[in-house]
């Protein structure tokens, strides 16, 4: 009954009113998703240096530098690892959790490679990454932001 007494012409402005913040509400919507899925796409490199190996008894000590300088925050960030011997013969495998990694921030991460000297490795390859939450978190987008290098003297690949 309401709507009856109120002027067809002011019903209407009402409506359009409506529909205007519909759509700039639709529309700034619509750039925030834009931006989010552009800053994830444009996430920096994850950087993995294999930097030092020494023997630890019957390990190979490594020493990982994880540079996340242009990346996000990383809550979970576990590696599967390969070892092969100066043969090309895969030796032994290792999944190593490199988390939390904090955002614009590079970490070090000692960890073992158990009954295997480190003059017998010949090569270690990231098999795959393992776990990747916070920042993008999926787990091919973490692999595909990851990059390979060595100090160390033993090649360290992809």
Known sequence: MLALSVPLYRRRIGRIALDTMACVALSALLVVSALAQDASEKAGPLKLQLNKVETAGEACRITMVIDNTKGTSLKSYKVDLFAFDTDGVAQKRVAVEL?????????VKIFDFPGIACNKVGRVLLNDVLACDGGDAAREACLERTETESKAGIPFDR
Do not use: D, E, Q, Y
């Open 99 to 107: 988390g939390p990694l904090p955002p614009r921030k590079t970490v």
